[in-house]
Structure formats: structure tokens, C-alpha cells
């Protein structure tokens, strides 16, 4: 089982989960939130039994913190991407 920080496989996607519904219902975040994502991310892809679906999913999501990150508004920015940010948790919802 993979973990980091502590957090075991379960654990991480549900973070996952509730940063991306955060942002969905917020309309607004923070660059650590961006930040944690992607240390999460990281560490769920080190896991080689991983869905490759559920990794197209992850990858998404990854170059959304990242593009979040370097944005002039993050909340323009969580705006922009509504309607993944809900597909997003829906399909994790599948694979976890």
C-alpha cells in the first residue's frame, strides 16, 4: 500500500476529493492547496497497480495545480475549470 505522509491510498484520494470540491463550491483557493495536490498526486502516481484511466484522471488534475499555481487569479482560475473540477471527483469516486 502506498503511502505518504501517513496517508494510505484511501486517505489520499479522499484529500484529493475534498481539495477539488473545495474549490468547486469556494470558487476559491490557495497555492498550498495547489501545492498539496500536487505532492499527493506525486505520490499516488509512484503506485505502479494505479487504473491507467484513474492516472489520465490524476494527470489532469496535476497540470490543473500547476497552471493554478502560476496564475494571476486563482479564483478566475478555479472558475475556469467548474465543470472538470466535477468530473474530476466524480470519477475518482469510481475508481476509489
Known amino acids: 500500500m502506498c503511502t505518504v505522509m501517513g496517508l494510505h491510498?484511501?486517505?489520499?484520494?479522499?484529500?484529493?476529493k475534498d481539495i477539488l470540491t473545495d474549490h468547486q463550491l469556494d470558487c476559491c483557493g490557495t497555492v498550498a492547496e495547489y501545492e498539496q495536490l500536487e505532492r499527493v498526486i506525486k505520490s499516488l502516481m509512484a503506485n505502479t497497480e494505479l487504473d491507467s484511466n484513474f492516472k489520465n484522471v490524476l494527470e489532469d488534475v496535476y497540470r490543473y495545480s500547476q497552471s493554478g499555481i502560476s496564475s494571476k487569479s486563482i479564483d478566475s482560475h478555479i472558475q475556469?475549470?467548474?465543470?472538470?473540477?466535477?468530473?474530476?471527483?466524480?470519477?475518482?469516486?469510481?475508481?476509489?
Do not use: A, G, I, R
Not at 491510498?9 to 484529493?16: D, I, K, S, T
Not at 475556469?80 to 476509489?96: A, F, G, K, R, T
Open 9 to 16: 491510498y484511501e486517505h489520499q484520494v479522499h484529500l484529493l
Open 80 to 96: 475556469e475549470h467548474q465543470n472538470s473540477l466535477s468530473q474530476w471527483v466524480e470519477q475518482m469516486d469510481s475508481y476509489s
